[in-house]
């Protein structure tokens, strides 16, 4: 099979159509936002899973007409009117979703820089202590693991519902309601070109570090797709698709050159959700380990 030109899997993932027809399951995915950049890394992958597991019934992944925050995506699965998110995970989404415990984003879900104000860097010296990061506010999404995380932690820090593209918190940080606003190393480059009219800037020093995994989710009532979906993942592991796709994103690419800046100083903070970790996360660096993992669950 000749692969996807860009245009056609884009127009395959997110056309209302989807390409598909009446001998095709649709498998519904839910997003955030209804802007197609948001979750096209994770949306490419589930179709192409889709397709390179046929033996579970021709399918094809069509998004849910509504963005959403993440709580309403939670209630959409336990509904079943979708059938797949994603989401960092934590022990209590767990409980309610099935989860596909691989790494999609190689655990870089929990190194998170700081949006802080422009003018305010001299507050963040290279010799900043946890206790003086403590001491300021922060601000996370409402319903996002993270805030757990970082209360837990000891860290200040208020939850607010979302707006597009997290509007609101920049404007929080831009007024000085906030201090700062954790982003994990993925996200920070689109958001600060998305922002660049606010006086916010990424800050030069400091690294919170926790692990942190962003899985598929599945919903309770098609417990058939969570093998469906380690299948496509060990087949994109092992074709090389998998570290193709992720390596086809610049922030992925520029993610891996903050993660491992040694003019950071790196604050090292426990998860209380997470239910597993990885040893080796870094699936697209050396994929042996992840590929042994796949196996195992599949055979589980």
Do not use: C
């Amino acid at each position: 099979m000749k692969p996807f030109s860009f245009l056609f899997l884009l127009a395959l993932v997110f056309s209302p159509a989807g390409f598909a027809n009446d001998a095709q399951e649709k498998v519904i995915f839910t997003r955030a936002f209804a802007d197609e950049a948001y979750g096209y890394y994770h949306a490419q992958i589930l179709s192409r899973i889709l397709e390179l597991t046929p033996e579970f019934g021709a399918a094809v992944a069509e998004p849910h007409p509504q963005p959403m925050p993440q709580a309403r995506q939670i209630i959409k699965l336990m509904s079943g009117e979708a059938q797949v998110m994603w989401s960092a995970t934590s022990a209590e989404r767990e409980k309610q979703l099935l989860s596909v415990r691989f790494p999609l984003l190689q655990g870089l879900a929990g190194y998170r820089v700081l949006v802080i104000h422009k003018f305010k860097q001299g507050n963040y010296p290279a010799d900043v202590t946890e206790s003086t990061l403590q001491a300021y506010l922060g601000v996370q999404g409402a319903d996002w693991p993270d805030l757990t995380v970082l209360k837990h932690n000891g860290y200040k820090v208020e939850g607010l519902p979302w707006s597009l593209w997290f509007a609101n918190m920049f404007i929080a940080v831009e007024k000085g309601l906030v201090d700062y606003f954790p982003r994990n190393v993925i996200e920070i480059s689109d958001d600060l070109e998305r922002h660049a009219d606010k006086s916010v800037k990424l800050e030069d020093n400091v690294l919170l570090r926790y692990p942190s995994y962003e899985y598929f989710f599945v919903s309770p009532k098609h417990p058939e797709l969570v093998k469906r979906l380690y299948t496509g993942l060990l087949r994109m592991l092992d074709n090389g698709e998998l570290t193709s796709y992720f390596n086809k994103h610049n922030n992925h690419r520029r993610a891996m050159e903050l993660a491992t800046q040694d003019t950071r100083t790196i604050f090292e903070l426990a998860n209380p959700g997470i239910t597993q970790t990885f040893k080796n996360p870094l699936w697209s660096q050396n994929p042996a380990p992840m590929r042994a993992y796949l196996e195992a669950r599949l055979k589980e």
